[in-house]
């Protein structure tokens, strides 16, 4: 058993050092591995936060996950996982009922009566807390010597992990030569490591800096909590503040508001948008597992951001970059512009229609249509309004005086063709899936992991009904699908079985109703012995499918 524990914690160990990126989904297969190997019935980890004052939940393994995410966050001292941190030992009950120390009262009522608690340490350092919970509380002792082999090893490698993201983000800040570009490349590296959707910084004096600029409302709280140094999440009670969006509104984005620490005060407040998944597959932790995290990735980078309103235009920069994989953004000259930027509203959605057919015409009826529906696409009026529109769009996208060197006229048709240096997302993406395709084994496996680096979320993930992209949302999230679903073939063909179940778990996450996927998770869980997580997801299929899949419960 100890071998196993070992082994597993060497994969992840491994997968880590060469992508910190892929924690998330890392931890949750690791998790699942501890739980199947141990016998317990939950697992969960808390990560640290650097300045050492609370844990906060970031991953879990198990079925109750609703009852133990009450509670998200323990201050140091405080309930089992901030007991361990504090005093730097285990903790442990048998009579999870009567013990006092226990703060969760929703798990103790669903039968829970063993409990193990273990810190993760370095002489210098709690970088978390692993629990393990169990109806069976005959199991701990066995638990606990098993995990006394593998704690210290896990320890030692989510650290490496934390401070690896910490030294990539300062080296990609330090590249930066000006102070808004230093808080930019904190902030997208920000989005690539947790696949956030926007983000924003705002010092406590001086201008916002944004990703996409204007497309995040201003904070409003009077006394900010995380102006003092309080991490906030919309949707976690222990983590509350009420100026963020409910974010159990459907269609609302989670956001996460970080302090940034400097020389021991908070300087300015990171803000984080997640994108809304479906609720079947999702995890239920969105915004919350990537607090601590977040926490380590900023706190070499925030002393070198020196903000202050100073922009400056890179001289090796494309003349536009487009984003168009979660929130759309473009960018001009090296400047990120804003919707307000385009002037006209119809402008930018202009933008987006000839952005998502790039290459490829559309009819001047198609886009007034699509436009102003209902108006008569064909006619005279609407036809006057396209010109005026094209007009404004093409004062914002095209250099002065030089028409025609991105938004193309072809007799009654337009489409976006640049002819100047430029950078589309979706065509990369699309580019790096093809050359993949071509591979096989380790190197289609690489080759498609460079591709999904870019797919962020759902193509143009905030026009959700827009009929005219829907097309190529569909398009471009089956690459991305179908990509994941080869990674987990060739990683199962190789015997990597635990890179597979994260791949089907990712894959899961952008598609829950892809029932090959399901099924292909389940017979990978049967061929490890882990009879209890396949009925797990057997259950979460049957979720998914409506009723009765075709497949038997395990």
């Known amino acids: 058993m100890a071998e196993a524990l070992l082994k597993?914690?060497?994969?992840?160990?491994?997968?880590l050092s060469r992508d910190p990126r892929q924690l998330?989904?890392?931890?949750?297969?690791?998790?699942?591995?501890?739980?199947?190997?141990?016998?317990?019935?939950?697992?969960?980890?808390?990560?640290?936060?650097?300045?050492?004052?609370?844990?906060?939940?970031?991953?879990?393994?198990?079925?109750?996950?609703?009852?133990?995410?009450?509670?998200?966050?323990?201050?140091?001292?405080?309930?089992?996982?901030?007991?361990?941190?504090?005093?730097?030992?285990?903790?442990?009950?048998?009579d999870l009922g009567r013990d006092e120390r226990f703060v969760r009262d929703g798990v103790r009522a669903?039968?829970?009566?063993?409990?193990?608690?273990?810190?993760?340490?370095?002489?210098?350092?709690?970088?978390?807390?692993?629990?393990?919970?169990?109806?069976?509380p005959a199991r701990l002792g066995e638990a606990r010597a098993q995990m006394a082999f593998c704690a210290p090893l896990l320890a030692a490698s989510l650290y490496a992990v934390m401070t690896s993201l910490g030294e990539r983000t300062l080296a990609r800040v330090r590249q930066a030569r000006t102070p808004r570009e230093r808080a930019l490349a904190l902030l997208e590296d920000t989005l690539d490591a947790t696949s956030g959707l926007r983000a924003t910084l705002r010092p406590l004096d001086g201008e916002p800096v944004e990703?996409?600029?204007?497309?995040?409302?201003?904070?409003?709280?009077?006394?900010?909590?995380a102006r003092r140094g309080q991490v906030c999440v919309s949707g976690v009670s222990d983590l509350h503040c009420p100026a963020l969006p409910d974010a159990e509104t459907p269609g609302t984005p989670h956001t996460v508001c970080l302090p940034l620490w400097d020389g021991g005060e908070v300087r300015a407040v990171a803000s984080v948008q997640f994108p809304v998944r479906g609720a079947v597959g999702t995890g239920g932790m969105v915004g919350s597992e990537t607090a601590a995290p977040l926490l380590w990735l900023s706190r070499f980078a925030a002393g070198e951001l020196g903000l202050s309103p100073a922009p400056a235009e890179a001289p090796d920069t494309p003349w536009?970059?487009?984003?168009?994989?979660?929130?759309?953004?473009?960018?001009?000259?090296?400047?990120?512009?804003?919707?307000r930027d385009f002037r006209r509203r119809q402008a930018y959605q202009l933008f987006k229609l000839l952005v998502t057919r790039w290459g490829r015409p559309l009819h001047a009826d198609e886009l007034c249509e699509a436009l102003w529906p209902g108006e008569g696409g064909g006619s005279e009026k609407a036809l006057a309004r396209l010109h005026v529109t094209l007009n404004a769009l093409r004062q914002v996208v095209e250099p002065q005086g030089r028409r025609g060197q991105v938004i193309v006229r072809d007799g009654p048709s337009y489409r976006f063709a640049p002819a100047l240096p430029y950078r589309l997302d979706a065509e990369e993406f699309e580019t790096l899936v093809r050359e993949a395709d071509r591979l096989e084994g380790a190197a289609a496996v690489a080759g498609y992991e460079r591709a999904l680096r870019l797919y962020r979320g759902h193509y143009l993930e905030d026009d959700p009904y827009a009929d005219l992209l829907a097309l190529e949302r569909d398009y471009l999230r089956e690459l991305a699908v179908r990509s994941l679903l080869r990674c987990a073939e060739e990683q199962e063909a190789a015997g990597q079985t635990q890179a597979a179940l994260a791949s089907y778990s990712h894959l899961l996450t952008l598609d829950p109703l892809h029932f090959e996927a399901h099924e292909a998770l389940i017979d990978v869980l049967l061929r490890r012995g882990q009879v209890e997580d396949a009925r797990a997801r057997w259950e979460r299929y049957a979720q998914a499918y409506g009723g009765q899949p075709p497949r038997p419960a395990p």
């Open 8 to 15: 597993t914690v060497s994969w992840a160990t491994d997968v």
């Open 24 to 94: 998330f989904h890392v931890v949750r297969v690791l998790l699942s591995d501890l739980r199947r190997v141990t016998g317990m019935d939950a697992a969960e980890l808390y990560l640290a936060d650097p300045a050492q004052t609370c844990l906060m939940l970031s991953g879990y393994s198990g079925q109750d996950q609703g009852t133990f995410s009450e509670r998200r966050v323990f201050a140091f001292g405080e309930g089992f996982p901030g007991l361990v941190a504090a005093g730097r030992g285990a903790v442990e009950t048998a």
């Open 110 to 136: 669903l039968g829970y009566r063993g409990f193990l608690s273990l810190p993760l340490l370095l002489p210098h350092a709690v970088v978390g807390v692993l629990t393990l919970a169990t109806r069976e």
């Open 211 to 225: 990703t996409h600029p204007q497309q995040m409302a201003p904070c409003e709280a009077q006394g900010c909590p």
């Open 320 to 339: 536009l970059e487009v984003e168009t994989f979660g929130a759309f953004r473009a960018r001009r000259g090296g400047e990120w512009l804003s919707p």
